[in-house]
Nanobody, 120 residues
Framework: VQLQASGGGLVQPGGSLRLSCAAS????????MGWYRQAPGKQRELVAR???????NYADSVKGRFTISRENAKNTVYLQMNSLKPEDTAVYYC???????????????WGQGTLVTVSS
């Protein structure tokens, strides 16, 4: 199972970006999918998470600005980021709780990370 994240880049404060993360491989089902971020010198933190049923939760710092969504048929999760601030600058990682084919267990997989830089 692999997760491929894309969509990062340089954006000015107040701007928008959309991140995508597609899971591929021997996947029977995916439970929750999420986005985390890690800024320089800081610990990785949860940004947003969405369950297979569509229930979402967000970090307080991004509520009202970021929206997480997913396309189950494509095993893909998105993060729409609006009103970006310099403090949103970080490497963003996606993850997915996957049940591989032939398994009864849930495994957590991570994408490779995509850099988001918010600067004028």
């Amino acid at each position: 199972v692999q997760l491929q994240a894309s969509g990062g880049g340089l954006v000015q404060p107040g701007g928008s970006l959309r991140l995508s993360c597609a899971a591929s491989g021997s996947i029977s089902s995916i439970n929750a999918m999420g986005w985390y971020r890690q800024a320089p010198g800081k610990q990785r933190e949860l940004v947003a998470r969405i369950t297979s049923g569509g229930t979402t939760n967000y970090a307080d710092s991004v509520k009202g600005r970021f929206t997480i969504s997913r396309e189950n048929a494509k095993n893909t999760v998105y993060l729409q980021m609006n009103s970006l601030k310099p403090e949103d600058t970080a490497v963003y990682y996606c993850n997915a709780e996957v049940v591989p084919y032939g398994s009864n267990y849930i495994y957590t997989y991570w994408g490779q990370g995509t850099l988001v830089t918010v600067s004028s």
